[in-house]
Structure formats: structure tokens, C-alpha cells
């Protein structure tokens, strides 16, 4: 399948540069190494990079190099790569395998888990400012501006907090996909909305690619919850059923398997007729959204 | 004493405009609520408003209205307050008062202090890249880039990773300065510099609030390590000989009290001296460093 070996030579690119990134987090002298050394247990090694993907292949549709789009799609995952290390602490979800490995928390120490999650946090700002990552302030500063709402009390943040809320239990159908917006969606929006800021594109086109992501942010969600009802722990490297077991009504426990598989056909739908203004250009983010409803892991 | 007033004003500052700033995170609906109001519960009612007050008076230097400097200062103190959030988790110095209040963590729960903390930390970068912050786009991203490197695996965060590393115990004095100059120095240096940046200051200016910076909050530091030595619980709202009580070697420990508050004397005077250039202009600032070497809570 040619696609992925496509989002495999994005991930591999991913990987490098943010082994680079990383590699001067392990120099504060032998006392400060653990630190980022947990940094880099938390951010390099595994994941599919889905969401550097969607920002490097938006960029990409208005002329960007991959390479001129790689700091940002970094930054991003750095983001990513927090928000799993916070969410599997003991406090949180209180997972002990992701991606195959023990978390964070567990393979280093709690305390440690934490703050290097907020360091990643902050690197993110900090790549998003540095002037490598583009020439133009205006367009750093706005990139910083979207990533902060996009994770922060109106995006991620608020997403992961009501995912917590003892009244989720109650969640009609209609909050479940408000919260997953929330939580999972406003960073792939950040993906497809950057890659039009670095592209310095037309109004017309970002909303398109907000529209694109918004049905892709809903499709993996759903495809997760499928994954997460009827999967298997080896091959996702992590463990499954978990929603059922806390009593998390899942969109695919309110609305059934049959009829979360047909939703998410009418998502991936979506998500390819929001791409038609750009043609045969968009065809890897086509081919993305209709991979992650087909994923089995 | 005219000064403590001047601070107080400040703070009060500080105080009406964090409000303003996180009223709108309650809005998101009545499930979401709950996050906003931890975050304002750790932001709000309390604190001298310090780095605030620096990061101000620095700007006012280049002829900056405390106005124009306001939102910055806010950013900052959004990430100091998530800093204590963070610190005072029970699986980092796990401590139950706090501002002479019951910690975050212990007044909503453990889950929603991490949030709380993660989501005022991206607020400060919401606020430092927002237009409204500065009309230049330089300026903001310069800001950001300056309060990320503060803050992160080079600064705050690497100073608490050290804090917490168990070899501690065995810190020479150095090593315990070194430590403290990135806890809390960092943001103490952030604060001058910050405001050089909105002033436009000259590079020499720019390299003299540093060197201010830099004894301020060594100053700060020992004049905290003295009160946690020496001093009242109810007067500092929070427990004190903390630092004994967990074996942590602070300067005091390994000076004795009466090389400690030489010290700070020195530091004071090192303090005053970085300001020479600025002459009568940096009084408050002077004032600001004889302040903390004096307080008694």
C-alpha cells in the first residue's frame, strides 16, 4: 500500500527531527539528564504520526516543502506526545502500556512523567517561536496563537476535563462528539490549519481544510472506539475495552457497532468531498482519511 | 512604607486583569466549568504579584505604560502560578497549603490540578501571541520564545527535575545555586527581559536587567530558604522547614544563618548596583530587591 509507506517516510522524517530536536535536552549536565531523558521516551520510538502528517500534507497543497513544514509538525506532536504522557498518569486515565512500552510514569516515576510533559508542552511553544521554523514572525506568532487555543481551556485541555467529569456517565450522543472535538479534534484542526498559515493560504481553502478536519478528527475517533470495543491489546500496544470497563459511553456504545461502521463511512465521505477545491493535490489526505477508518491498529 | 503600597497596586493590577482573562474559560459550558474555575482558583486571590511587578517596572524603564505591559505580566504569572500547581502534587513536594489556602489538588482533585496546570501554562502562550498583547508580531513571538525557554527543559522545569533528583542530598553550594538560578531564577530573568523586549531596549540595557535579575532571585531564594528556616507558618500561609524535613540541603543548611544573611546583603547591593544605568528611574526596582531580602512572609 503506497500510502503508507508514504506516512511511513513522513513518521520516519518526524522521528529525526525531533531526535535532533531532543538531543540537547539530554546536555544539561549528568544531574538534569533524566529529564530529558524521559522527554525522549515520551516523544521519539513509536506512533503512527498522524498529525504531522495532516500538517505537512496541508502545507504541501499551497507549495510548501516538507522540510519547511517539518519544525511545525514537530512542535505539534510534542504537543501530542504531552497530552498522552498526562492523560495515562494514575490520576488521570491510568494506563500502563502505550505504544507497546510501560508509560511514562511507570517506566521513569511519576513525578518525572509530569514535569516532562510540561516540558514537551513548552518546547512546543518554543520550536513554533524560534525563527528556524519560519522567517516571518507574524506567521510564528500566529501558529503559537492556534496551537495555544487549540490545547489549552477551549481545546485539548477542556476536552481531557470533561472526559474526567463524573456526569460523563450521562453523556448524550451530541456531548460525547462535543467532547472529542474537544479532545482529539482540536488538535488535528491545529494540523490542517497550520499547514494553510505556513501556505499563507486563502481564507476560502483554510476553512475547507478545517471542514476536512473536523470529519477526519470525528472518523478516527470513531474508528478508535471500534478499535477500543472489538480490538486487539497486541496489536494496538495498548489496552483495549477500557471505556466499557470505567462505564464511558463511547459513541460506539450509544449508537452500536453497525451504526458507529456506517457513520464512520459518512465521515471518511466527508472528509474527501471537503477536500474537492484542491483536486488531485489533496489525494494524500484523502487517502489518510480513509486509513485511519480502515486501521486495524 | 510607599513601596509595599506601589506593590500592592500592582498586584491589584495583575489581579483585575488575570480575571478578566480567565472569566471567559468558564463560559464553556455548565460540564466544563469545572476546569475554569481550578484555573482561577489557582490564579487569582493571592500572591505578591512579584514577577508581574518586575517584568512591569522593567518595561517602564523604556517609557512602557503599565498598561502595555499588563498582559505579558499576566502570562508570566500564569506560569508561575501552574508551576506551584505542578509542585505542590502529591507525587512531587505534595503539599496541602498553599497562599494560606488548601492546594488545588486537595480542593477539586488530583486530575484536575494537572489540567488546571497544563492549561494555564498554554493560556500564557495564548496571551503572549495574541495581537492585543503587542501590535508587533516580533515582539510577541520574541516573548514567547524567551518565556519558553524560561520555563522549560533549559529553565523552570529543569530546576524542579533537579529539585526533585535524589542525589540532591548531596548538593554542594553550587550545585544548589546552579539548581536555584533555573527553579526560580528563570522566570525572575524572564520578567526583566521581557520588559526590555516590549521597551526595545538597547542590548546593554537589556544585558543589566539580567545581571539584576540574576541577584534578584538569588536574593529571593535565600531570603525564602531564611523564612522556611526561621520562620511562621501562619504568617507565610504555607508549612515551613519543609526543606529540612525532606533532607533537601538548601544554602542556608550549608552556610549557617549568619553567612546566609551576608550573603543576602551582598545580593541586595549586587542587585542595586545592576541598575546604575538607569539611575533614579529604577528606584522602584531597588526598592523591589531591599523588599524581598526584608519580608518576614
Given at each position: 500500500?503506497?500510502?503508507?509507506?508514504?506516512?511511513?517516510?513522513v513518521a520516519d522524517a518526524v522521528e529525526g527531527r525531533l531526535d535532533r530536536l531532543?538531543?540537547?535536552?539530554?546536555?544539561?549536565a549528568p544531574l538534569g539528564a533524566k529529564l530529558g531523558q524521559a522527554m525522549r521516551y515520551a516523544a521519539l520510538g513509536g506512533g503512527k504520526r498522524l498529525r504531522p502528517f495532516l500538517l505537512i500534507?496541508?502545507?504541501?497543497?499551497?507549495g510548501v516543502a516538507e522540510e519547511e513544514a517539518l519544525p511545525a509538525a514537530c512542535a505539534l506532536e510534542c504537543v501530542h506526545c504531552y497530552s498522552l504522557v498526562h492523560d495515562d498518569l494514575p490520576a488521570m486515565d491510568d494506563d500502563a502500556v502505550r505504544r507497546g512500552r510501560p508509560t511514562l510514569h511507570i517506566a521513569f516515576d511519576e513525578a518525572t512523567a509530569i514535569l516532562a510533559g510540561d516540558a514537551l508542552l513548552t518546547l512546543a511553544f518554543e520550536i513554533l517561536s524560534d525563527p528556524s521554523t519560519h522567517a516571518d514572525p507574524a506567521i510564528r506568532a500566529e501558529l503559537v496563537l492556534l496551537l495555544a487555543k487549540a490545547g489549552g481551556w477551549q481545546g485539548m485541555?477542556?476536552?481531557q476535563a470533561l472526559d474526567l467529569n463524573p456526569e460523563r456517565q450521562?453523556?448524550?450522543?451530541?456531548?460525547v462528539?462535543?467532547?472529542?472535538?474537544?479532545k482529539t479534534g482540536a488538535l488535528f484542526r491545529f494540523a490542517c490549519e497550520a499547514g494553510a498559515v505556513l501556505g499563507r493560504a486563502p481564507a476560502a481553502d483554510r476553512a475547507a481544510l478545517r471542514d476536512y478536519a473536523a470529519s477526519f478528527g470525528q472518523a478516527f475517533q470513531l474508528a478508535d472506539d471500534l478499535l477500543d470495543a472489538q480490538g486487539d491489546a497486541a496489536a494496538l500496544g495498548k489496552a483495549v475495552?477500557?471505556?466499557a470497563r470505567r462505564g464511558k459511553a463511547t459513541l460506539v456504545a450509544l449508537l452500536g457497532v453497525e451504526a458507529a461502521k456506517a457513520r464512520l463511512d459518512a465521515l471518511v465521505a466527508e472528509a474527501e468531498n471537503a477536500l474537492a477545491p484542491f483536486g488531485d493535490k489533496a489525494t494524500k489526505l484523502a487517502r489518510a482519511a480513509r486509513f485511519i477508518a480502515e486501521r486495524r491498529a
Open positions: 500500500m503506497a500510502f503508507l509507506t508514504e506516512l511511513e517516510r531532543l538531543a540537547q535536552s539530554l546536555n544539561p500534507e496541508s502545507a504541501r497543497l499551497f485541555a477542556l476536552g450521562g453523556f448524550s450522543p451530541s456531548d462528539a462535543d467532547m472529542q472535538a474537544l475495552a477500557k471505556d
